[in-house]
């Protein structure tokens, strides 16, 4: 059943949609632009980026399609994607010393609470709750 939603040529705008909903209604982040990160051929799938963020230019950049077969991915797959690049801004990267060094923590135990709970405020959205599965 999910093949046939998802195969659709209008899949991309159907993802720009539900961006636009998560990032500028239910987060409330109204700068932030969203760009498919296209690409030519597959990827080797433990070093596949599945989405970045670039806080410059204010764009959020999400790979839509799986790394192989580059069939549309779940939107499950994609709000989880999302709640994370959210986090990016929500828990900023800092610099810190370690071992005599600086180095740049991007990812650390309050930044992954943080996507929890942005991935827990996506299950109560009345709208979109219906892609993630139902723990009651």
Do not use: W
């Not at 990032?23 to 296209?38: G, Q, T, V």
């Not at 839509?64 to 994370?84: D, E, F, G, M, V």
């Not at 959210?86 to 010393?97: E, F, G, L, V, W």
């Amino acid at each position: 059943m999910n093949e046939k939603l998802y195969s659709n040529e209008r899949y991309p705008e159907f993802v720009q949609m539900i961006y636009d909903y998560v990032i500028h209604k239910l987060f409330k982040y109204p700068d932030y632009k969203f760009r498919i990160i296209k690409r030519k051929k597959e990827v080797n799938p433990n070093h596949m980026v599945l989405g970045y963020i670039n806080f410059q230019k204010q764009i959020i950049a999400l790979d839509i399609y799986t790394p192989k077969k580059r069939q549309a991915k779940s939107i499950n797959s994609l709000l989880r994607t999302i709640a994370h690049e959210i986090a990016h801004i929500q828990k900023p990267p800092y610099r810190q010393r370690y071992r005599g060094r600086y180095i740049t923590r991007q990812h650390y135990p309050v930044f992954y609470k943080q996507c929890d709970k942005n991935i827990e405020k996506i299950k109560k959205d009345p709208y979109l709750k219906q892609y993630f599965r139902q723990t009651e």
